[in-house]
């Protein structure tokens, strides 16, 4: 219990980083006996640097995780919806080569 009080504590912290809007998808558990990993998604503002945030954010909770994983994302691409079609296909492919092509031959995209 007393890694969840940290990790809690540490996320309370983290709300404070500058550029920092919004913490969500926290995660925290446990890999092996006494190893603690940590996940969570930061959304900050359009301004903010995201490598000073990352930095604080190991910073915060290095002493509560021995990994820490976070994907940071902005005002802007937090609000952007994929939509269908051929931009989708576009992104399907950034991700996988193996994907795309199963897309590509099941939509005809």
């Avoid at 399907?92 to 795309?100: G, T």
């Amino acid at each position: 219990m007393v890694v969840v009080a940290a990790a809690a504590a540490a996320a309370t912290q983290a709300r404070t980083i500058e550029g920092v809007l919004e913490i969500n998808k926290e995660d925290f558990w446990t890999q092996d006996w006494g190893e603690f990993i940590g996940s969570m998604h930061v959304r900050c503002s359009r301004e903010a640097n995201e490598q000073q945030i990352l930095r604080r954010l190991n910073e915060l909770f290095s002493s509560v995780v021995r990994h820490l994983t976070v994907q940071v994302r902005d005002l802007i691409s937090s609000l952007v919806r994929w939509p269908f079609g051929r931009d989708q296909a576009a992104h399907a492919r950034a991700h996988s080569p193996m994907l795309s092509k199963r897309f590509k031959r099941t939509t005809g995209v």
